[in-house]
């Protein structure tokens, strides 16, 4: 048998050596934003420890996590009965696994905890880089930005926070999602559910894409996977006191206290704890939510509607398919996706997320978490100039360093977030495929 070409005529005659396809890894090496993301990251790392070493540790929800995790340890499994100095229990089991880990890890010693938080701040910045060198969107400079908060590191190293883990979870389904493993970073994302409930703001915004990367089956057998990530880290509570589990730990209507707030504090206390600010602030996260689908994350389809409408027709002609046994078209129209570029889908994430963020009606200082680390690219994706866009960072940090937060560092803080979720809407949308058509893809399992 003839052995395989390995060259290729060019028009002149010559035969040049056939050019191998550079793989995402190769070109991500050659990046010259690489070796600035290593030395920022090591650098950060230095500066990580002296803060365990330097500064006193501030004690917050520490003793309260422990108290929990002890009462589900010594076989309480009741949810309405594990409590802490903070008040009962309100995140999902993960949170208890992941503790209880970590007290058997440190024996409930603060400072072993602050060593593996600072481990645990590392790696979540390694991530957020490795997303930002995928995507390319922010200047190699700006990179330093993800380093430059001290409320984040804070809440990382200081204050041993859940959300440090939540949000650790998050980034690396979001990894997983740039590289269009969907059904892995399903699993991953419910992990991350499972250990604080605010990373469902990204929920709407990831089912856009899910849809839009998959078809109908896809989309199911994601949500399925990730349901039953939920099923089975809740079950020992599920099978025992199931109301008690789902009240406590999926509690959509608790109502936080005004003076911890770090937004809307210009808001008199008792219009801040109704139920009718609440209600108006859930309609405008989902105006918005609407808004940004139809006419920005779909408009290349046609609007949210039209989307819908293209799955439901694939849906019908692949039952068709089924029901008619005509294989051989089966498998060509289950193999025909369409893919996302990277751009587009931190894009609509982190932009999903701060819609919901803009709308939230309390954040906590530990919720600055939830989104800091989009902040240099939701600010790179405005039409804005460097200068203002600088200003906007310094703002947002400035008013979550403020403590306790006032009318004015609150107006701020809601100030800035209008500017920079206006700047995104007035951004032209970008165009959301690989390629202009339809591209062969092997389907993600």
Known sequence: MARQATAVRSSGGVRKPARRPKSSIQKLLRNPKIPFAV????????????????????????????????????????????????????????FLYIYSAIQYITVGEVYSAQILF???????????????LKTDVVPWWALCL?????????????????????????????????????????????????????????APPLLILLLKAMDIFGVITSLAGAALVQILLGLPFILSHPMAYVSRAFNLGRVFIHFWSVNFKFVPEPVFISRGF?????????????IFAHYRWCRHEGGMF????????????????????????????????????????????????FIGIVCARSLHYQFYSWYFYSLPYLLWRTPFPVWLRVILFAAVEICWNIYPSNIYSSLLLLAAHLAIL??????????????GKSANIRKDS
């Open 39 to 94: 030395a920022l990251l090591f650098a950060d790392a230095v500066l990580v420890f002296l803060i365990i070493a330097y500064v006193p540790y501030t004690k917050i929800d520490w003793d309260a996590y422990m108290s929990q995790v002890s009462g589900f340890l010594g076989g309480e499994r009741d949810y309405s009965k594990l409590k802490g100095d903070t008040g009962p229990l309100v995140y999902p089991a993960g």
């Open 118 to 132: 600072g481990f645990l701040y590392v790696v979540n910045l390694g991530l957020v880089l490795f997303i930002y």
């Open 146 to 202: 993800l380093s430059m908060s001290k409320r984040v590191h804070s809440i990382f190293v200081l204050r041993l926070f859940n959300d440090c883990f939540a949000t650790t979870l998050l980034h690396a389904a979001m990894v997983l999602f740039l590289y269009k493993r969907w059904h892995l970073g399903l699993i991953i994302f419910s992990g991350a559910v499972s250990v604080k409930m605010n990373v469902l703001l990204y």
């Open 278 to 290: 609440a209600l108006l602030l859930l309609a405008a996260h989902l105006i918005l939510l609407a």
């Open 306 to 353: 039209s989307l819908l409408h293209s799955k439901l027709v694939q849906l019908k002609l692949k039952i068709g398919y089924l029901s008619s046994f005509q294989l051989k078209q089966f498998n060509n129209f289950n193999s025909n996706f369409r893919v996302l570029t990277t751009e587009h889908i931190a894009t609509t994430m982190f932009i999903g997320n």
């Open 422 to 435: 206006g700047g995104l809407w007035s951004a032209p949308p970008d165009y959301p495929y690989a390629d």
